[in-house]
């Protein structure tokens, strides 16, 4: 296993942690910071194990922040006239 996947387990640790702590502001803050310390990890997977690996990256990446996933959903639909 390469450091880049261990690094991703980690943050989905992490993630599972910082969900379960009390927030004021239903997470988006802690969720910023889980998609600034991702995207990186991600292109680093893309470097060492390519795109097919990253693009399974991303998707754990999205299962585990699906609020976020779903309001960008939603946006873009909004931005290109979907119903």
């Known amino acids: 296993m390469t450091h880049p996947f261990v690094l991703i387990g980690l943050w989905v640790v992490l993630a599972?942690?910082?969900?379960?702590?009390?927030s004021t502001d239903n997470h988006w803050r802690r969720a910023?910071?889980?998609i600034?310390?991702?995207v990186p990890l991600v292109v680093w997977i893309a470097w060492h194990n390519g795109i097919a690996m990253a693009a399974v990256a991303v998707l754990?990446?999205?299962l585990?922040?699906?609020?976020p996933v779903y309001f960008?959903?939603?946006?873009?639909?909004?931005?290109f006239g979907g119903s």
Do not use: D, E, Q, S
């Open 16 to 22: 599972f942690i910082l969900a379960a702590i009390p």
């Open 32 to 34: 910023y910071v889980l």
């Open 36 to 38: 600034a310390v991702g």
């Open 60 to 62: 754990v990446g999205g």
């Open 64 to 67: 585990v922040l699906r609020w």
């Open 72 to 79: 960008l959903w939603a946006r873009l639909k909004r931005l």
